[in-house]
């Protein structure tokens, strides 16, 4: 089987699958005694939880593929993990019209928020590995401004459930976005440096983070000597030179009208990468087009056990993009909008809170040995009364209102209309 073209490499992170054994207790008991666990001991949640949320993930990432933007070199990776679950952090805080929105974007129905959160923490503990050939590592992390205080609530779940660390922060002291940096490098091994950029918006009220790093060995190893220069060829008839590696191996495999599709284990098989090829007559955009959650799982029982031969290019992807735009286009509106969005369960003071960026940023690099990937998904939580953007002008040269209000009872004191403003002396 000789791949004339390739997916674009979204794919291969977003269907890492996330797999655990089933039962009704905390998950944490297979844990090593010297290692720390995932998720606290005492924490109330079934092995299998996971299973209510992890199609949900996938779904979301087969929908936010179809609406971000490519890259230069035309290419998409996300990690649906990492915003899936950068966004349950905030769906915690959420309420009214931007929770219901949440989670129909979400693909989560009506699923309760105590079931919801332990969903998650099953996720984390299902998903989290560690041996001499795959290392995937998830982390949680909150920064806030001083000047606010997470609701004890708020605080106590994400960081139960979700493992969240909570940090408070100087918003106008420069190295507080170096501290987040420094944060995002250490969880992502160094390949993603810079999640937000100094001076931090003073307006800005909470950073919420979730970073995910992969490094697997495949089962199945290429050998570089059989690294080959091939033609690589591109959809408007160009084409390329480029390295293709060769294996020769037995693997899971299935052929569709549209596609073929062959799974690359790492390690003993615990985790794979899924490798999308559509066929002559359709393009990789037509067929990204055509893919949901559903046909996802749907496909997952046609692979078959066949000897095969696959060539696979060397590829290596640094990726970034703003999520505000595709989750607005899925329905995910109320949360980004001031004078709308509801998140009364995350902070102590009555501040009205928005969404004022999703960013999310990931790395890839493919070779001989295996695969290193990691992403980072950033939330900021700004407050709608702050300053946003650019400062503004507002020049009062004409007739205008004015009241004094006691902040405390919101009782206007003085109410006005000033048509012909009078000089003092």
């Given at each position: 089987?000789?791949?004339?073209?390739?997916?674009?490499?979204?794919?291969?992170?977003?269907?890492?699958?996330?797999?655990?054994?089933?039962?009704?207790?905390?998950?944490?008991?297979?844990?090593?005694?010297?290692?720390?666990?995932?998720?606290?001991?005492?924490?109330?949640?079934?092995?299998?939880?996971?299973?209510k949320i992890s199609p949900a993930s996938n779904a979301l990432g087969f929908e936010?593929?179809?609406?971000?933007?490519?890259?230069?070199?035309?290419?998409?990776?996300?990690?649906?993990?990492?915003?899936?679950?950068?966004?349950?952090?905030?769906?915690?805080?959420?309420?009214?019209?931007?929770?219901?929105?949440?989670?129909?974007?979400?693909?989560?129905?009506?699923?309760?928020?105590?079931?919801?959160?332990?969903?998650?923490?099953?996720?984390?503990?299902?998903?989290?590995?560690?041996?001499?050939?795959?290392?995937?590592?998830?982390?949680?992390?909150?920064?806030?401004?001083?000047?606010?205080?997470?609701?004890?609530?708020?605080?106590?779940?994400?960081?139960?459930?979700?493992?969240?660390?909570?940090?408070?922060?100087?918003?106008?002291?420069?190295?507080?976005?170096?501290?987040?940096?420094?944060?995002?490098?250490?969880?992502?091994?160094?390949?993603?440096?810079?999640?937000?950029?100094?001076?931090?918006?003073?307006?800005?009220?909470?950073?919420?983070?979730?970073?995910?790093?992969?490094?697997?060995?495949w089962m199945h190893e290429f050998d570089p000597k059989d690294t080959k220069t091939?033609?690589?060829?591109?959809?408007?008839?160009?084409?390329?030179?480029?390295?293709?590696?060769?294996?020769?191996?037995?693997?899971?495999?299935?052929?569709?009208?549209?596609?073929?599709?062959?799974?690359?284990?790492?390690?003993?098989?615990?985790?794979?990468?899924?490798?999308?090829?559509?066929?002559?007559?359709?393009?990789?955009?037509?067929?990204?087009?055509?893919?949901?959650?559903?046909?996802?799982?749907?496909?997952?029982?046609?692979?078959?056990?066949?000897?095969?031969?696959?060539?696979?290019?060397?590829?290596?992807?640094?990726?970034?993009?703003?999520?505000?735009?595709?989750?607005?286009?899925?329905?995910?509106?109320?949360?980004?909008?001031?004078?709308?969005?509801?998140?009364?369960?995350?902070?102590?003071?009555?501040?009205?809170?928005?969404?004022?960026?999703?960013?999310?940023?990931?790395?890839?690099?493919?070779?001989?040995?295996?695969?290193?990937?990691?992403?980072?998904?950033?939330?900021?939580?700004?407050?709608?009364?702050?300053?946003?953007?650019?400062?503004?002008?507002?020049?009062?040269?004409?007739?205008?209102?004015?009241?004094?209000?006691?902040?405390?009872?919101?009782?206007?004191?003085?109410?006005?209309?000033?048509?012909?403003?009078?000089?003092?002396?």
């Amino acid at each position: 089987m000789f791949l004339r073209k390739a997916m674009l490499s979204a794919f291969a992170f977003m269907l890492v699958p996330f797999t655990a054994s089933c039962g009704t207790s905390n998950s944490q008991s297979d844990e090593k005694p010297d290692e720390k666990p995932v998720i606290a001991q005492d924490v109330d949640y079934g092995a299998s939880d996971y299973m209510k949320i992890s199609p949900a993930s996938n779904a979301l990432g087969f929908e936010l593929v179809k609406q971000v933007d490519p890259d230069d070199q035309g290419n998409i990776f996300l990690s649906p993990a990492s915003i899936f679950m950068a966004l349950s952090l905030a769906y915690n805080g959420a309420d009214g019209t931007t929770q219901s929105d949440m989670a129909a974007v979400m693909n989560i129905g009506e699923i309760s928020l105590e079931e919801f959160n332990k969903a998650n923490a099953s996720l984390l503990a299902a998903i989290h590995r560690s041996s001499e050939d795959i290392v995937l590592n998830v982390a949680n992390a909150m920064w806030i401004n001083n000047k606010h205080q997470f609701q004890n609530t708020f605080a106590e779940q994400t960081g139960d459930y979700f493992n969240a660390e909570t940090e408070a922060i100087d918003i106008n002291d420069p190295d507080s976005a170096d501290e987040i940096n420094r944060w995002v490098q250490q969880a992502t091994n160094d390949h993603i440096k810079q999640i937000v950029e100094p001076p931090l918006d003073p307006s800005t009220v909470a950073l919420l983070v979730n970073a995910i790093y992969f490094n697997g060995k495949w089962m199945h190893e290429f050998d570089p000597k059989d690294t080959k220069t091939e033609t690589f060829h591109f959809p408007d008839g160009s084409e390329k030179d480029h390295e293709f590696m060769l294996l020769q191996e037995e693997l899971s495999y299935f052929e569709h009208e549209d596609f073929q599709a062959v799974t690359l284990p790492y390690g003993v098989g615990e985790v794979s990468m899924n490798i999308i090829l559509p066929k002559a007559h359709i393009n990789l955009d037509a067929f990204i087009a055509k893919i949901s959650g559903d046909a996802w799982n749907k496909w997952q029982d046609q692979f078959k056990s066949r000897e095969g031969t696959l060539k696979l290019p060397k590829f290596k992807v640094d990726y970034e993009t703003s999520l505000v735009e595709p989750l607005q286009k899925l329905g995910m509106t109320a949360a980004f909008q001031p004078e709308k969005a509801e998140f009364p369960h995350m902070i102590e003071d009555h501040a009205s809170l928005f969404i004022s960026d999703v960013m999310h940023k990931t790395y890839i690099n493919v070779n001989e040995e295996g695969t290193e990937a990691a992403g980072v998904t950033s939330v900021e939580i700004t407050e709608t009364s702050a300053t946003v953007g650019q400062p503004f002008e507002m020049m009062v040269n004409k007739p205008f209102l004015i009241t004094i209000t006691d902040n405390d009872t919101g009782a206007n004191l003085f109410i006005g209309a000033i048509k012909n403003p009078k000089e003092t002396n």
